[in-house]
């Protein structure tokens, strides 16, 4: 994944990620740059003016949102059940690069 990130220039229209439990590299540590201000700053560079990169969470992540508005992402959260209406709610961003 971080490969096909780091080695494009607005290549992408959107990049999706659910690689792990959210802005944590918690099932693979490894992960842990994609979600830190140099793996945003990437995911920002490949993505073309209006492109999204959209990430699940099981949680909010504060420090997460601050990260993508300092790397220049316009950033909605939006809450989601799940399963249905009866499961948990989880957390997907949508960052808009905007330029």
Do not use: C
Request: proline share 4%.
């Amino acid at each position: 994944m971080g490969r096909l990130i780091k080695g494009e220039q607005k290549a992408y229209d959107a990049i999706l990620l659910d690689v792990d439990n959210g802005p944590e590299g918690l099932t693979r540590k490894e992960n842990d740059w994609l979600y830190g201000i140099s793996g945003l700053n990437a995911a920002y560079a490949a993505l073309r003016p209006q492109g999204i990169l959209a990430v699940w969470s099981a949680g909010p992540d504060k420090n997460f949102v601050r990260r993508l508005r300092k790397v220049g992402f316009e950033v909605e959260e939006t809450r989601v059940h799940a399963h249905g209406k009866k499961g948990p709610q989880h957390i997907i961003w949508f960052a808009r690069r905007v330029v």
